[in-house]
């Protein structure tokens, strides 16, 4: 089946900014005396949550003292920085939103980087004009562990989720679309390496980059 919606990720998918947010978090972990080897399975957690979800988990997997907030205004105008001036979008990313508007495909963007930052990101790279709507999951109150965000995506492009295919980094992430009936493309990037043979049992298709996303929609 032809599919003519779909719904991607931002952060690991299009634009290259894990590097950023795995080295802020390790960053901010290891000022706190959490050793790396304890960090990152629960790094992989923390990947399809909302930020304040992200920094709960931390708060509570490691006993941090600082409150949420702190923490996250904290993160927040790290990342904001990055954003505005290194992170670039993946290649060929944009060539192929190019080709799907072209071809009259609906699209829009589910994240859960706070909409702000999502907002400038996009802008910065040019690349808000191909989606209808921006999505965060901190609108749904629930992250990516959870269906909402791509079932209300689904609601607003007006489609089964059967019929939109979605393009996600996280394996929990892709793990959630699949179970929720979303025809769905594991996209590789280096911050999930380690799980990528994993990734391949869960999604429908697997991509490496996206020279090789010309048949997905099928």
Known sequence: ??????????????????RYWRRLERDFLTQRGVSIPDMERVLELAKPLPLYQSVLLFI??????????????????MMRQHYQSDVKSKPGAEEYLKKLKKCGVHMCIVTATPRHLVE??????????YFDFLLSCDEVGAG???????YEAAHRLGSAPSEIAVFEDSLQAAKTAKQA????IGVYDESGYEFWSDMSLVAD??????????????
Request: with cysteine.
């Open 120 to 129: 400038v990101c996009l802008s910065r790279l040019n690349l808000t004009s």
């Open 205 to 218: 298709k697997t991509i490496k980059d996206w020279t090789e996303a010309s048949v997905i929609l099928k």
């Open 181 to 184: 009936g979303f025809y769905t």
């Open 60 to 77: 509570e997997r490691f006993g941090l003292k600082d409150t949420p907030e702190q923490a996250m205004n904290e993160m927040i105008s």
């Open 144 to 150: 990516k562990d959870h269906p909402d965000a791509f």
């Open 1 to 18: 089946m032809e599919r003519e919606k779909c719904i991607f990720d931002m952060d690991g998918t299009l634009v290259d900014s894990m």
